[in-house]
Antibody
Framework: QVQLQESGPGLVKPSQTLSLTCTVS??????????WSWIRQPAGKGLEWIGR???????NYNPSLKSRVTISVDTYKNQFSLKLSSVTAADTAVYYC??????????WGQGTLVTVSS | QSVLTQPPSVSGAPGQRVTISCTGS?????????VHWYQQLPGTAPKLLIY???YRPSGVPDRFSGSKSGTSASLAITGLQAEDEADYYC???????????FGGGTKLTVL
């Protein structure tokens, strides 16, 4: 059973860069035809797809966030990462990482709350 | 404003049947892209409930079923149980936006 775990700072100052890592266990990030995605959810609101990466490094981003997002992968560590630059309070949310098969998200991390505040 | 439209809330008594609609457009559901459904219990991560419009992952009870027609999709829950009380989200792909899109979510209350 694949498991995913998000990690990173829970507090980021406005205008700085949010950085999170997702560690995958129970399977190789390089095996199978899977993408690996980031999704976020502001408190009390719905889900927003941020972007995804394939083991080869190929990426797709949400057009509304594309100018600020970078997703990278480290196959040796079985991890993938998210960087979101120039954050504001609107970026405060629970951030999830998820395995992506076709376009559905079949395994999710537990989520990590990131608060943007000075 | 979500690309996929869901009712904010639905409710039903234990044992009843409820449906949750998900309305899209010609650039997503109507374009033939699959619809997937997620269940999010309070304080937890979403869980894949239905994929490929109507398929259930292993372990999902057959009380949950999905369908798709035209530019809309539906999730049906029969034999409603207290533990079904959760938020439900539909998801698809939009060719105009070139990305994954979600519905705004529907809160199911079991009366």
């Amino acid at each position: 059973q694949v498991q995913l775990q998000e990690s990173g700072p829970g507090l980021v100052k406005p205008s700085q860069t949010l950085s999170l890592t997702c560690t995958v266990s129970g399977g190789s990030i390089s095996s199978g035809s899977y993408y690996w995605s980031w999704i976020r959810q502001p408190a009390g609101k719905g889900l927003e797809w941020i972007g995804r990466i394939y083991a080869s490094g190929s990426t797709n981003y949400n057009p509304s966030l594309k100018s600020r997002v970078t997703i990278s992968v480290d196959t040796y560590k079985n991890q993938f990462s998210l960087k979101l630059s120039s954050v504001t309070a609107a970026d405060t949310a629970v951030y999830y990482c998820a395995r992506t098969h076709n376009i559905q998200f079949d395994f999710w991390g537990q989520g990590t709350l990131v608060t943007v505040s000075s | 404003q979500s690309v996929l439209t869901q009712p904010p809330s639905v409710s039903g008594a234990p044992g009843q049947r409820v449906t949750i609609s998900c309305t899209g457009s010609s650039s997503n559901i109507g374009a033939g892209f699959d619809v997937h459904w997620y269940q999010q219990l309070p304080g937890t991560a979403p869980k894949l409930l239905i994929y490929g419009n109507s398929y259930r992952p292993s372990g999902v009870p057959d009380r949950f079923s999905g369908s798709k027609s035209g530019t809309s999709a539906s999730l049906a829950i029969t034999g409603l149980q207290a533990e079904d009380e959760a938020d439900y989200y539909c998801q698809s792909y939009d060719s105009s936006l070139s990305g994954v899109v979600f519905g705004g979510g529907t809160k199911l209350t079991v009366l």
